[in-house]
């Protein structure tokens, strides 16, 4: 299998939405604009090399484009670095599961 159908093989059989890294100037930029609970329990981040990035097929396969604002100044952050900031950020904005004590 290739990774567009697996992502959409996870979102069809497990209800997982998945988010693709990009540099795109037009891709959301869902730390600044997404509210917590704004993102579904059941998510991945796909994130590509330092060099190239995703392919085109692969970040259209996702269910969202998204990207970190940056400073004019900088071109672009080590994968390590981008991956901290986004998978701590969307997760800080994942729907909040109930808790069995409410």
Same mark, same amino acid.
């Given at each position: 299998?290739?990774?567009?159908?697996?992502?959409? @093989?996870?979102?069809?059989?497990?209800?997982?939405?998945?988010?693709? @890294?990009?540099?795109?100037?037009?891709?959301?930029?869902?730390?600044?604009?997404?509210?917590?609970?704004?993102?579904?329990?059941?998510?991945?981040?796909?994130?590509?090399?330092?060099?190239?990035?995703?392919?085109?097929?692969?970040?259209?396969?996702?269910?969202?484009?998204?990207?970190?604002?940056?400073?004019?100044?900088?071109?672009?952050?080590?994968?390590?670095?981008?991956?901290?900031?986004?998978?701590?950020?969307?997760?800080?904005?994942?729907?909040?599961?109930?808790?069995?004590?409410?």
């Amino acid at each position: 299998h290739d990774l567009p159908s697996t992502l959409e @093989a996870m979102r069809d059989k497990f209800e997982i939405r998945s988010y693709a @890294a990009v540099i795109d100037s037009d891709a959301d930029m869902v730390l600044e604009r997404t509210e917590r609970g704004g993102i579904a329990r059941n998510w991945c981040c796909v994130l590509g090399n330092e060099g190239n990035g995703i392919s085109t097929e692969v970040a259209e396969g996702c269910d969202h484009r998204i990207r970190i604002e940056m400073a004019d100044s900088v071109d672009s952050l080590s994968v390590g670095v981008a991956a901290g900031i986004l998978l701590h950020g969307i997760r800080e904005r994942e729907a909040a599961v109930a808790s069995p004590m409410s």
